[in-house]
């Protein structure tokens, strides 16, 4: 893993979102994108090499509100930059880590994304991830 590529925040509403991290970080928000198959609107903010994403759901059924559900707004996920993404998925594997998708799929960002599943790594739901060239 190369680095620290981005933390995820679930938020319950972007537009209130939003300014409160722009005045925190003291940085503007640089990309808002969709990413309809996830049903998550997507805000970023670059912080030094790391970025911060802040996920809104926008449909009852994503991953997003059902986590927003549970456990209200907070740290969603991190992320780590992989330089071969499907070589890695098949490195964890092999160390005996539990991946939530067998292929990478579109993420935000131009990323390709594969998650790790929770129990395996102590409660904190991870992404791996690489730019799409």
Same mark, same amino acid.
């Given at each position: ?14 537009? #209130?979102?939003?300014? +409160?991290?722009?005045?925190? +970080?003291?940085?503007?928000?640089? =990309? ?7 049903? #998550? ?13 802040? !996920? ?13 559900? /549970? =456990? ?9 930059? #992989? ?8 490195? +964890? ?6 991946? !939530?998708?067998?292929?990478?799929? /579109? ?8 998650? +790790?599943?929770? /129990? ?11 730019? #799409? =060239?």
């Amino acid at each position: 893993m190369l680095k620290v590529e981005h933390i995820g925040i679930a938020v319950k509403s972007l537009s #209130v979102s939003i300014p +409160l991290f722009e005045k925190l +970080l003291d940085t503007p928000c640089y =990309k808002q994108e969709a990413v309809e198959s996830e049903q #998550v609107q997507t805000a970023f903010f670059q912080q030094g090499e790391t970025k911060i994403e802040l !996920l809104e759901a926008t449909g009852p059924d994503s991953a997003i509100a059902k986590f927003l559900e /549970k =456990k209200g707004e907070g740290m969603h996920h991190i992320a780590f930059e #992989v330089a071969d993404i499907y070589a890695e998925m098949k490195r +964890l594997q092999q160390e005996g880590f539990v991946l !939530l998708q067998e292929t990478p799929k /579109k993420g935000a960002d131009n990323k390709q994304v594969c998650f +790790l599943h929770p /129990k395996n790594t102590n409660g904190v739901l991870i992404e791996i991830c690489q730019e #799409v =060239k």
